[in-house]
């Protein structure tokens, strides 16, 4: 973790770039952001594009800086075109997740790499486990606790809706990453199994009050 790999680098300086013409330009901002009424309207790249924008320089940087502190697990245990695409589906299928909860909700907008950052932090949960994560940058927590009690929590901001967080977009990321992390690495049943049934927990959780009317 925290090497600068030239993958990384790419979806970095690509983050940045896109990111720094949407703090100058409000117009092309506006254009690329995810917005509902928009991509009712047909602006359907939207859903891609809003995963490279960000609201400051304070959203990009964390977002960037959990991405350089996690990247390379994936890297390591998958290759490169691996974590790419992982990136990648994590991001539209955090979009697309907040446009399933929000596609009645025509003011709702939204920015950010988050989804696809979180579906990179839970490929490398569960490709590492074992790994201990800072809680608050300071408080040490193993790995896969952090990931079953932020998606948890995740849930519980959905249902809320009281802040400005698209918890809809990082569970949908969360859950990319985790998907897309099996398909890659089968052998994760049999190294990590429990892992694999714990970290699905809180997707079957989201499922089941979903289907019940409770989200």
Known sequence: MGELSLATLVV?????????KGFSDQ?????????????????????????????????LFVNMLTLFFFANVLIYN????????IYLGSLLLGNLLSYFFH?????????????AVMGVLYSAILLQPDMTLGLFFVIPVPAYIFGIGYLLYTIYGMKRRTDN????????????????????????????????????????????LQRTGYL
């Open 12 to 20: 970095i300086a690509v983050n940045v770039l896109v990111s720094f």
């Open 27 to 59: 117009s092309f901002f506006n254009k690329y952001k995810f917005n509902i009424a928009d991509i009712k309207r047909g602006s359907k790249f939207q859903i891609f594009t809003s995963g490279f924008l960000h609201v400051d320089t304070g959203h």
């Open 78 to 85: 998958l290759g490169s075109v691996a974590f790419i695409i």
């Open 103 to 115: 596609k009645n909700d025509y003011q709702y907008t939204a920015v950010g790499a988050s989804g």
């Open 165 to 208: 967080i698209g918890h809809d977009a990082h569970f949908g990321g969360a859950t990319g990453g985790y998907l897309l992390t099996m398909l890659f690495a089968p052998w994760v049943f049999e190294t990590h199994l429990l892992m694999v049934v714990l970290l699905a927990i809180p997707i079957v959780i989201l499922f089941f």
